[in-house]
């Protein structure tokens, strides 16, 4: 037995109970009209008719926290207020079998208008814009095509059983699907190639067995007697076993190392614990309702989660005793978010329920205008005014499928205005986008992945125009096969089995990169070769059996191997860092607080502290929190910002100072730096159209700091003050997102390592956002700022 009814002797419904006796759901009834239900302990609603009869209405809705709905009925309408009084009509033509709803009236007085064909199927839908995306019917009245705004077309060809046999889209994007006797897909073969399933399991005809890709890589599955899988087997013959209980609950994942992570279930069903291959275990506790309240880890970790009527979240307790606090406005939207330091983040609301301001603890407030059709097309930083003075606002256009068509940025007082405009493909993909200081064009091959990029950047100052090109061949599978970066010769990508990375290799380079995976595909060993060099350089790395890094070895020609180990403790937080055989990087200790923010390492004999407060802020010297969340002071240097939070001013204590200036969209524009002595060093950044659309790697001027972490291309020009009446001279450089380690196809999401000289021994991004991390966050690898 699955759940348990209880019924009125009138018949109706009182209880639905689980199989072990527990009320999930109460209702109360009168002449048996539903007035109210209820999750014990959680959310009521109660109802209000017109007559206690089968043919009443409901006319009123309240819930618990105040939600409340009256409907008022009209021949052609229904119209419905709620608690803050906002009224929405629902229009209706017709009668009986053939009323249909044709217009939506929202609470802002946009409409949305459904059309039908003669047979009362919906044929468009019109925008509050009137922008019609049409639907296009067969005589039993499927749908065969979608026509966008735009024009853009998507057909679909069905069998005799209405299944789809042919999908066709815009540039010349087709699929065939083929299907057995029993509805089962088969085959489908498009753009990349054909891709096959395999049903062999007579007892389970409709789980498939074998998935063979377009570039010919089996992947197989077994399943047990309930239809649930058991064993997955990939490309290259690694399995990954499932088991059960009794119930379906799975019980064990057991990957291809035979690590095993095993899982405990309540009698409803719901996880109560976790133990991970390296035996730590975590227990998970739940209310009534099901919602995770609490979890425990090892060496005493505990947080805990609580919850409203509604099951809002309204307060975490973290594991050091810090709470965050939510609340929620009458119309159940959050309003107010505390974090444990005091620092608080307000939001209100428009009538559709979109956000339309926040304001930070800062006093940092943004505000947000749409369109009748929910479009955002006004940004307004107001605390932050531009070079008139007035509060900066972003404006946005969009095209008539509703996709971005340019974004115009106001002048600040260190950039110009500027408009970015985007270009998009009928099928929805980027095909560019362009700026006062350049357009970036991109290529895509027959199936619609990536296949090129063209940037052309417009003179700068007394620099001549340039620009650079990228192009990229895939497998069957969408991996990369071939890449050219500008100039440079041709990289090939060497991948197995269903994508993964097996090398690469530069021949017109005569450089040769191999990598050795494990069982989990995971890279083993690194080994570098040159023409000229007899002895690879060969990089090894180790992993727990929670994934983490666990060694590093590197040795070349010539050099003794250098080797580092890394000890975590019982939560998974890198503890002891330690140079092994050869090795010559110092022994470093970490320690954090109970919630996992590290407050401590020791570098052999010289210790390092970094007191944070409840949020996680660094603090300096006495100080107990910084409510407001922005550093103004840490290790004797003094940080200033602007109304949007961006960092505008750094002075050490030995007087050098660093000034920041900022374009409309908060990214860096100028940086100026003064010594003590009063010489100045001058950069300027400007950015292409991409803005967070395209990841790259910047590369650092050696002359003053690098960028911050925005992401977009930005040409960096710095001038050298003239020392001895030397002639002075400037540089410009292509920067890009500075963590950035690989290469990401925006239309298949896929990443691919890239080879980076020098290894950087596992070290994050050491550059850090003047507006987010002014004082420099210590890195858990050196543990330095």
């Not at 929405?88 to 007085?109: M, V």
């Not at 001895?724 to 690989?742: F, G, I, K, L, T």
């Not at 550059?767 to 991390?773: E, F, G, L």
Request: charged content about 25%; hydrophobic content about 30%; proline content about 6%.
């Amino acid at each position: 037995m699955l759940v348990n009814y209880t019924y009125s002797p009138e018949g109706d419904l009182l209880a639905v109970r689980h199989r072990h006796g527990e009320v999930v759901r109460e209702f109360e009834w009168q002449e048996h009209m539903l007035t109210a239900h209820r999750v014990p302990g959680g959310m009521e609603a109660r109802y209000t008719w017109d007559r206690l009869a089968p043919e009443g209405r409901v006319i009123a809705q309240e819930e618990t926290g105040g939600q409340a709905r009256t409907y008022a009925y009209h021949p052609d309408h229904t119209q419905v207020t709620d608690s803050l009084g906002r009224e929405e009509r629902y229009h209706f033509t017709g009668t009986g079998p053939g009323q249909r709803w044709t217009a939506h009236t929202r609470a802002d007085g946009s409409v949305i208008q459904y059309r039908y064909d003669e047979a009362g199927q919906r044929i468009s839908t019109v925008d509050p814009l009137g922008r019609e995306t049409v639907l296009e019917r067969d005589e039993d009245g499927q749908v065969i095509a979608q026509v966008a705004p735009d024009g853009a077309r998507w057909a679909i060809t069905r069998d005799a059983l209405g299944q789809p046999t042919v999908l066709a889209g815009p540039e010349n994007l087709s699929w065939q699907l083929e299907r057995d006797e029993r509805g089962n897909l088969t085959r489908v073969t498009g753009p990349e190639g054909t891709t096959t399933f395999t049903y062999d399991n007579e007892r389970l005809p409709d789980r498939p067995t074998a998935v063979t890709d377009a570039g010919g890589s089996a992947h197989r599955m077994e399943w047990n007697a309930l239809g649930q899988l058991a064993t997955e087997i990939d490309c290259s013959e690694q399995r990954t076993v499932y088991e059960y209980d009794c119930h379906g609950h799975l019980l064990a994942v057991t990957n291809a190392l035979g690590e095993t992570t095993r899982y405990t279930h309540d009698e409803m069903g719901r996880r109560t614990a976790t133990q991970l291959p390296d035996n730590s275990r975590w227990q998970h506790h739940h209310d009534l309702q099901g919602r995770l309240v609490e979890q425990e880890g090892p060496r005493g970790y505990r947080q805990q989660f609580h919850f409203d009527a509604h099951g809002r979240p309204v307060l975490r307790i973290d594991a050091d005793g810090g709470r965050e606090h939510y609340a929620y406005d009458t119309a159940g939207r959050l309003s107010e978010l505390t974090l444990a330091n005091g620092a608080a983040y307000r939001f209100a609301y428009d009538e559709m329920d979109r956000l339309a301001s926040e304001t930070g603890p800062d006093g940092r407030e943004q505000r947000y205008a749409y369109d009748v059709a929910g479009q955002l097309v006004e940004r307004t930083e107001v605390s932050r005014p531009g070079s008139d003075g007035q509060a900066l606002t972003i404006r946005y256009d969009y095209d008539a499928s509703g996709r971005l068509a340019a974004r115009h940025l106001p002048a600040t007082e260190h950039a110009e205005a500027g408009t970015e405009r985007y270009q998009w493909r009928a099928d929805g993909q980027l095909r560019g986008a362009s700026n006062a200081h350049g357009e970036v064009r991109l290529a895509y091959d027959s199936a619609g992945r990536l296949a090129g990029e063209n940037q052309k950047h417009h003179a700068l100052d007394d620099d001549a125009a340039w620009q650079w090109q990228h192009q990229q061949r895939h497998t069957a599978t969408g991996a990369h096969l071939a890449s050219r970066f500008g100039e440079l010769p041709e990289l090939a990508w060497h991948t197995y089995g269903s994508g993964h990375l097996h090398g690469l290799s530069a021949p017109g380079l005569g450089l040769e990169l191999a990598l050795e995976p494990d069982a989990l595909h995971r890279e083993t060993q690194r080994r570098l070769t040159s023409v000229g060099q007899p002895q690879p350089l060969i990089l090894e790395r180790g992993y727990t059996e929670l994934g983490q890094l666990d060694r590093l070895s590197l040795r070349g020609p010539g050099s003794v191997q250098d080797e580092q180990h890394y000890r975590y403790d019982a939560l998974g937080r890198l503890s002891f860092r330690s140079a092994g055989q050869g090795g010559t990087s110092p022994i470093i200790a970490y320690t954090y607080d109970p919630a996992g923010r590290l407050i401590a390492s020791q570098h052999g004999d010289s210790a390092h502290r970094y007191p944070v407060d409840a949020a996680g802020n660094r603090l300096e010297g006495t100080a107990t929190a910084q409510s407001d969340n922005r550093i103004t002071q840490l290790n004797g240097a003094r940080y200033r910002h602007d109304g949007a939070g961006n960092l505008i001013e750094r002075e050490q204590q030995n007087g050098d100072r660093l000034s920041l200036g900022y374009d409309a969209a908060n990214r860096l524009v100028r940086l100026t730096r003064t010594s003590p002595q009063g010489t100045t060093q001058e950069a300027s950044y400007r950015y292409d159209a991409w803005a967070a659309a395209s990841p790259r790697r910047y590369v650092t001027p050696t002359a003053l700091p690098p960028p911050p972490t925005t992401a977009g291309t930005a040409t960096v020009s710095f001038t050298k003050p003239r020392m001895n009446n030397a002639p002075p001279w400037s540089m410009s450089r292509a920067v890009s997102s500075p963590c950035s380690e690989s290469i990401k196809p925006a239309t298949t999401g896929q990443s691919r390592s890239a080879p980076t000289s020098p290894t950087l021994w596992a070290r994050p991004c050491s550059w850090s956002h003047p507006r987010a991390r002014p004082y420099g966050r210590p890195s858990p690898t050196t543990g330095r700022q």
